[in-house]
C-alpha cells in the first residue's frame, strides 16, 4: 500500500512540473456574441513557471500572430492587453497600440488588406505578482469599442 501512495505522489509531483513548464494557454473570451480567438500568443519568457517568477516590473514580450478574415481591416484597429486581477482591477499598466505600429510582418499598413497573415510583436510591463491574474489580448475597433479577435489565458497559479 505505502509503495502506491509513493507512486500516485511521484506522479502527482511530475504533471505538476510538466504543467509548469508548458507556456500560458490562451483561450477565447467569454462574450456574448462570441468573439473569434483565431490568433496565437506566445510570451517570452515562455513557461508559466518563468512568467510566476519573474521580479516585479519586468517586462513582458507578446507574440501575436494570425489571418485577417474576409472584412476585417485591421489596419484601423487598436491592440490591447492587460493583466487583470479578480474582481477586473488591473494589475499592471494596460497596454494599448495601433495594429499598424506593432506590425512586423509584411505587407505593411496602409496596404495591409483581409485575409493576409500577420505577426504583431510588443512587450508589456508585468504586475508586481502575476498569481492570481489574467493576461487578456484583444485586437479591435477603436471607434466602437469591439473586438475582433480576443483570447485570454486561464489564471496564473503555481501547482
Known sequence: MKRNFYVVVILLATISMINAQNPPFFESCNAIPPIPSDIRITTEPESVDDLLN????????????????EGDNLSQSMV????????????????????CDILISDPK???????HNFELNFT????????????????????????????????????
Open 80 to 99: 490591447s492587453a492587460v493583466f487583470v486581477m479578480e474582481h477586473n482591477n488591473d494589475a499592471a499598466p494596460p497596454f494599448h497600440k495601433r495594429f
Open 54 to 69: 519573474l521580479p516585479p516590473d519586468s517586462s513582458i514580450v507578446i507574440h501575436v500572430s494570425g489571418t485577417a478574415k
Open 109 to 115: 499598413c496602409p496596404q495591409f488588406e483581409t485575409n
Open 124 to 159: 508589456i510591463k508585468a504586475p508586481q505578482s502575476i498569481l492570481g491574474t489574467v493576461l487578456g489580448i484583444s485586437i479591435g475597433d477603436e471607434t466602437t469599442q469591439t473586438a475582433k479577435y480576443c483570447a485570454v489565458t486561464r489564471s496564473f497559479q503555481n501547482n
